[in-house]
């Protein structure tokens, strides 16, 4: 089965230090999603881009947190410099077409889980 | 703006039981409703889903109908599993062309137990 791989799958640092989470979404798939969950905040939408151009990121810190696509095959979402509060599941989704109808073949990655100390 | 209520968890049932999740949204427009279920250190996936009113979304033994009268959409199963317990989530996406964006309930974490 096609799947959205993210690494790590934990990561445990210290306040202050730079986190980078990857993503390799579908190969095809041209939007790419970024969702943080938290226990308070449930699923949060961070930024999603399509065909690699960054369509909405409204969600996300911005004095913080960067994300971009280098490339079609790679996400990534930096934290710089991160904080216990950013301790959390991230989580990537990737889909093809445009437009809701491609909701159902939104894929998840298994998610990197996060621990700020 | 949009948004997505469910049922507070966590929910405990016995194997066989009936099981029902309560979803409400509010929303602008005609939005296409989701069930999502996450397996414990998984990520999510689709379970089921409805794009009008009166649709009925099924799969796995799971079912849910699309309620614009009540904006509901009620996820549903006859027997559960152990096999079934995990956390899920009632979505809803807007309508209109170029919307990718899920709007997520926050859980609802289902314990079955033999």
């Known amino acids: 089965d096609a799947r959205v791989t993210q690494t790590p799958r934990h990561k445990v640092t210290e306040m202050g230090q730079e986190v980078t989470m990857r993503c390799q979404p579908i190969?095809?798939?041209?939007?790419v999603f970024w969702y943080r969950q938290t226990m308070m905040q449930g699923l949060e939408l961070l930024a999603y881009?399509?065909?690699?151009?960054?369509?909405?990121d409204s969600g996300m810190p911005k004095d913080r947190f960067s994300a971009e696509m280098p490339d079609a095959t790679l996400a990534t979402l930096k934290i710089q410099p991160s904080e216990p509060r950013d301790s959390a599941v991230y989580f990537c989704?990737?889909?093809?077409?445009?437009?809701?109808?491609?909701?159902?073949?939104?894929?998840f990655g298994a998610g990197s889980r996060l621990t700020v100390l | 703006g949009n948004s997505v209520t469910q049922m507070e968890g966590p929910v405990t049932l016995s194997e066989e039981a009936f099981l029902t999740i309560n979803c409400t949204y509010t929303?602008?427009?005609?939005?296409?409703l989701f069930w999502y279920v996450q397996y414990p250190g998984e990520g999510l996936q689709l379970l089921l889903k409805?794009?009008?009113?009166?649709d009925k979304g099924s799969n796995k033994g799971f079912e849910a109908t699309y309620r614009k009268e009540t904006t509901s959409f009620h996820l549903e199963k006859g027997s559960v599993q152990v096999s079934d317990s995990a956390v899920y989530f009632c979505?809803?996406?807007?309508?209109?062309?170029?919307?990718?964006?899920?709007?997520f309930g926050k859980g609802t974490k289902l314990s079955v137990i033999p």
């Open positions: 989704a990737s889909a093809s077409g445009t437009g809701y109808s491609g909701a159902n073949v939104l894929t």
């Open positions: 929303a602008t427009g005609y939005p296409s």
């Open positions: 409805a794009t009008k009113a009166d």
């Open positions: 979505a809803l996406i807007r309508s209109g062309a170029g919307s990718y964006q899920l709007t």
């Open positions: 881009f399509r065909n690699r151009a960054p369509l909405d």
């Open positions: 190969l095809g798939h041209n939007t």
